[in-house]
């Protein structure tokens, strides 16, 4: 089981508006010993919506979506969300709740308003609610999809209810180091053949290469690392070293 995201608005494809999502997430994650597998970014267009959704829904992953769910024309979410699983929308009963306590006391929001204000509580048949502790209007989970809004002061304190209510098994359960260090003035052709026989060898870490053009007082670089199984870190990195000096590259420790 992966974890995705869906970032979803035309706002973000038009550069609008910046994302504030992917990098909050990265850290909410981190600080729980989790991280992403894949994020999409997603214009509000439903038939896109609806195809991306159907994708993830017949897959494993848990998936959270910023964006969409409001009640005016170019929020699609919702719907898409109903379209993709073949159900209706329905008004949730506890985020019927939620909205009428919220708007109890505007003496504006009755009659239409009111009920513009409830169609924020319609949902896919079968959905849950997502507490809001910003202005109590719920998001909503489905299939281990989670959809909430796209203002961030919204959405962050919703994302860490969602991992710490629902996911705490999987925080911190399986132990992961990293480590690199940092190659000057060679190619990443030059070490194909220890990253190939690195990455064979070690399978319950990943390698990762990162090359630089440098430029500006920094010189080309190349961090290559390993990120995963602390042992199989620690092993793989002292091979690395080990073989970098054997063939005369200059590298040094990432961070020094």
């Not at 990265?26 to 896109?48: F, M």
């Not at 919506?49 to 005016?72: E, H, N, P, Q, Y």
């Not at 630089?212 to 091979?239: N, Q, T, W």
Request: aromatic share 8%; proline share 6%.
């Amino acid at each position: 089981m992966g974890i995705g995201a869906y970032i979803i608005g035309d706002e973000i494809l038009s550069g609008r508006r910046p994302d504030k999502h992917f990098a909050r997430l990265i850290d909410l994650l981190a600080a729980r010993g989790l991280q992403l597998a894949w994020v999409s970014y997603i214009g509000d267009e439903r038939p896109r919506l609806i195809g991306a959704l159907r994708r993830s829904f017949a897959a494993d992953d848990i998936v959270l979506c910023f964006g969409g769910i409001g009640a005016t024309p170019d929020d699609h979410t919702r719907q898409a969300a109903a379209a993709a699983l073949g159900v209706q929308l329905e008004l949730h009963p506890e985020a019927e709740r939620e909205i009428r306590a919220r708007f109890a006391d505007d003496p504006k929001c009755t009659g239409e308003m009111l009920q513009r204000r409830l169609r924020l509580g319609e949902f896919p048949a079968g959905a849950r609610i997502i507490p809001n502790p910003f202005n109590r209007i719920p998001g909503f989970s489905v299939r281990e999809h989670w959809f909430m809004p796209g203002f961030p002061e919204m959405a962050w304190p919703m994302i860490e209810w969602v991992l710490d209510t629902h996911y705490r098994e999987l925080q911190h359960a399986r132990e992961t180091a990293r480590e690199s260090v940092v190659l000057y003035e060679t190619g990443e052709g030059d070490l194909l053949d220890l990253m190939q026989a690195i990455a064979e060898k070690y399978t319950d870490a990943t390698l990762s290469c990162l090359p630089s053009f440098g430029g500006k007082g920094v010189r080309r670089h190349i961090e290559l690392g390993m990120s995963g199984d602390p042992r199989e870190v620690r092993e793989a990195m002292e091979e690395i070293r080990t073989e970098l000096s054997r063939r005369g590259i200059e590298w040094q420790p990432f961070g020094r």
